[in-house]
């Protein structure tokens, strides 16, 4: 059975940092994209940051790019995501996902939910002002 485990939310000041983890277990993804995609409440699903396999080129959204770091270690079979110079609006439940199968996606690099098959339960971020 395949498993995406988050830890390292919390509760933070503006400002501060975090570093989310995703542990993932019942299968290797080392050729495949992950992910983190963020979700608010009363907000859609938004995409934060994908790297890919192999190459570990990394992708972010507008709105936290300067400021997150996304990294895999494939022999840990994990995936990161420091956040720095977090901002209140950046309070929501962050999620790992994963590509397990190379099905198509547009554009240059997956950032669609749908495009994404293994999904973790989340973790709170919460940034106070």
């Known amino acids: 059975q395949v498993q995406l485990v988050e830890s390292g939310g919390g509760l933070v000041q503006t400002g501060g940092s975090l570093r989310l983890s995703c542990a993932a277990s019942?299968?290797?993804?080392?050729?495949?994209?992950m992910a983190w995609f963020r979700q608010a409440p009363g907000k859609e699903r938004e995409f934060v940051a994908a790297?890919?396999?192999?190459?570990?080129?990394?992708y972010y959204g507008d709105s936290v790019k300067g400021r997150f770091t996304i990294s895999r270690d494939d022999a840990e079979n994990t995936v990161y995501l420091q956040m720095n110079t977090l901002k209140p609006e950046d309070t929501a439940t962050y999620y790992c996902?994963?590509?397990?199968?190379?099905?198509?996606?547009?554009?240059?690099?997956?950032?669609?939910?749908?495009?994404?098959?293994?999904w973790g339960q989340g973790t709170q971020v919460a940034v106070s002002s």
């Open positions: 019942g299968r290797t993804f080392n050729n495949f994209f």
């Open positions: 996902a994963a590509r397990g199968s190379p099905t198509h996606y547009s554009g240059p690099y997956p950032r669609a939910p749908t495009d994404y098959h293994y």
């Open positions: 790297v890919a396999g192999i190459s570990q080129m990394s």
